[in-house]
């Protein structure tokens, strides 16, 4: 997994970083080696707004992106709460990639096998009305 943390509207210390990179790096055995994940930290100017630090993550998969948003009092709260939705929508997506497809096939029906000699016999048949 590659961890690309950065941030916006704000500056980081190197402990916001290490705590990012620490907790996100659980998500490293539910995803494959090479997989992205961009996280971006920031925070709202308004004093107003009582969970004004929040974290983003955008996850790169071979199919459809994984995003998870979190706004919280603090950046290590923020990053919590993001890492449990991601958790989330990782299995999720790890279950409909794997899982999903394994259970369609045993579910899955095949034909009954259609003798030799009702092929031979259709095959006559057309052999005929080719030459009508």
């Not at 993550?57 to 919280?72: F, M, S």
């Not at 096939?105 to 096998?113: G, K, V």
């Amino acid at each position: 997994m590659r961890l690309q943390v950065k941030a916006v509207n704000d500056s980081l210390t190197d402990a916001v970083k290490a705590y990012a990179e620490k907790r996100l790096g659980k998500l490293e055995r539910r995803l494959y080696p090479d997989t992205l994940v961009e996280v971006t930290l920031g925070r709202e100017k308004n004093p107003s707004i009582a969970n004004g630090h929040w974290a983003e993550a955008i996850v790169y998969t071979k199919g459809p992106n994984i995003v998870a948003r979190e706004a919280a009092a603090t950046y290590e709260a923020a990053i919590d709460v993001l890492v449990e939705k991601l958790e989330r929508q990782i299995e999720r997506y790890r279950d409909k990639r794997v899982e999903k497809p394994r259970r369609d096939a045993r579910q899955r029906e095949e034909p009954e096998p259609v003798p030799v000699e009702q092929i031979a016999e259709e095959l006559a048949a057309g052999d005929g009305e080719a030459a009508a």
